[in-house]
């Protein structure tokens, strides 16, 4: 049984009472058993010196795309439906199995990099087994799923299914990697969106997800561009059309929701909708400024995520939290979206959005033991006197100032070393997929 003692921490639990002290955690196989002052344990397999250092939950990303990190740089300056149509749905049909490999390991090495331990992952629509080979070899947590798509003329081909082709594979992929290593990585079925996805695969989806207690992780109203298709196609807005197919429910995750009205926003309220806030990519894709504060005034688990490498262009939980808080004070005032509030989002907001509130997202003992470890010694962080340190977090540190990453209790990141993913090979391989990539859609070899 591996135990490992982390000593010294300044520790953010942010468990009920929202407790921030000075201790000791001690870790036993994937669970924190203790927390205290001058922990100790005879046989120890490890102990990390967190002397001068910040222990954090291990921040919760809620919407990403793997399939994508080999597009950072090929969708710049484009609003979603031209960034989809040009440039999104073509690379994705050029993936073949190795590159949707390297493709998962590149993204999720830099999101190890940054403390992220848990994400909710869309993959494209083939190849979706050897993403989930890149999860389960990396450590991190994850509930991913198969994009769905079986809509859509202007879809390239290599991305159009048949209903009941999509929902076989879906539910195969499910069937092998749901549950996967005590629970580390889950399934979602993961519609693309309404205007990629009929009417009949979504019903069978809301019937799925209840037969088997999955979540269903799915973009909506994040242009309104978009929202004028659905509208058009089914009489009805984003959410109010995913309610009357059943899939309105504490078991779906909606990405971005920046243009609400008040019924969706009444709909997601009443039954218990997640939403996952996107800042970064609602700002590069033109998108807008979703209504944050007031979905969290009507008590709506809000959480965060940086969505796709080709249109962030990173996936920094830094990055988002800090963006969360400041796009929202010229329209609310200074005191909107306050360091602490945006925080949650990124912890124990996550895991409430993904079911797991009582086993990850705060430090507290039985809890697994997804932690980062932050050094804020540094210039950008001082004066640190008299500062509160989740100000300081969330409005001066940067992913560069994570040492290490712990999940499941495992380090997956000690010191800036990555321990599970080969840092040099990943970015060779990755020039070389998409060197390849490219090669199969002449025409965005230009594209820089």
């Not at 909710?120 to 087994?129: A, K, L, N, R, Y």
């Not at 890149?134 to 003329?153: C, H, P, Q, T, W």
């Amino acid at each position: 049984m591996a135990k490992i003692l982390i000593k010294n921490a300044e520790i953010i639990t942010m468990n009920p009472q929202d407790e921030q002290f000075k201790g000791d955690i001690l870790i036993e196989n994937d669970k924190i058993i203790a927390i205290g002052s001058d922990l100790y344990e005879p046989k120890l397999d490890k102990i990390i010196d967190a002397t001068n250092r910040v222990v954090i939950p291990g921040f919760i990303q809620t919407h990403i795309h793997l399939c994508q990190t080999l597009f950072r740089g090929k969708g710049d300056d484009l609003e979603l439906m031209d960034w989809l149509k040009r440039r999104i749905w073509p690379l994705e049909a050029a993936h073949d199995e190795e590159s949707i490999y390297y493709s998962a390991l590149l993204g999720i090495g830099e999101l190890i990099q940054s403390g992220t331990t848990s994400i909710v992952d869309m993959e494209t629509v083939h190849h979706t087994d050897y993403a989930f080979q890149a999860i389960a070899s990396s450590g991190i947590r994850a509930l991913s799923g198969k994009v769905m798509m079986d809509k859509g003329n202007e879809v390239p081909k290599p991305l159009q299914e048949t209903t009941y082709g999509s929902i076989m594979k879906s539910v195969n992929l499910m069937e092998k990697w749901d549950m996967f290593d005590g629970g580390r990585i889950k399934y979602a079925f993961s519609p693309r969106f309404v205007v990629s996805c009929t009417e009949e695969l979504l019903r069978e989806v809301s019937s799925l997800s209840e037969k088997y207690n999955v979540f269903v992780h799915t973009h909506a109203s994040e242009n309104k561009g978009e929202i004028s298709i659905v509208e058009q196609e089914t009489g009805m807005r984003n959410v109010v059309y995913l309610d009357h197919l059943g899939l309105a429910n504490e078991r779906l995750i909606l990405a971005h929701c920046v243009w609400l009205d008040e019924e969706e926003k009444r709909i997601i309220k009443e039954k218990k909708v997640h939403v996952s806030h996107c800042p970064g990519s609602n700002l590069k894709l033109a998108s807008g400024i979703a209504e944050i504060p007031s979905l969290l005034d009507d008590q709506i688990c809000v959480s965060l995520g940086a969505d796709g490498a080709p249109c962030n262009n990173n996936l920094d939980m830094f990055n988002e939290m800090r963006l969360a808080a400041l796009i929202q004070k010229p329209e609310h005032g200074p005191t909107a979206m306050d360091a602490k509030t945006v925080f949650k989002m990124a912890t124990i907001g996550g895991a409430k959005a993904i079911g797991m509130a009582n086993e990850v997202g705060s430090i507290e003992v039985g809890k697994k033991a997804d932690l980062a470890i932050l050094n804020l010694n540094d210039l950008h962080m001082y004066p640190s006197y008299d500062v509160d340190t989740i100000s300081r977090i969330v409005y001066s540190a940067t992913r560069a100032d994570v040492e290490t990453t712990i999940v499941n209790g495992k380090v997956l990141m000690e010191n800036r070393i990555l321990k599970t993913i080969d840092k040099n090979t990943i970015m060779y391989e990755a020039n070389i997929a998409i060197k390849r990539l490219l090669t199969r859609i002449p025409k965005l070899t230009s594209i820089s």
